[in-house]
């Protein structure tokens, strides 16, 4: 019984850890395509244009990743 509740408090802090840190990866991702497109748009003197396409392409693209995370998380 003991060493049950000890697996789901490690399988627990894990998922917790897991959705932390994709958090964190989430925000990343978006700051560099951010400034990507910040510093194109300086370039090219087309502001905000590649700043706003860049933060919707970053934003997709981690929206997805997390939306297969969590369905590979609750096929388990």
């Known amino acids: 019984m003991q ?4 697996a789901q408090k490690n399988d627990d802090s894990r998922a917790y850890a897991r959705w ?9 991702v978006l700051a560099v395509f951010c400034y990507m497109g ?3 748009d300086e370039t090219l003197n ?3 244009w590649f700043l706003l396409v860049f933060f919707a392409v970053g934003f ?3 929206f997805y990743i997390i939306l297969k995370q969590s369905w590979n998380m609750w096929r388990k």
Do not use: C, D, R, W
């Open 20 to 28: 932390a840190g994709l958090g964190f990866e989430f925000v990343g």
């Open 46 to 48: 087309t502001s905000p």
């Open 38 to 40: 910040y510093k194109l």
């Open 3 to 6: 060493q049950q509740n000890n």
């Open 60 to 62: 997709i693209g981690m």
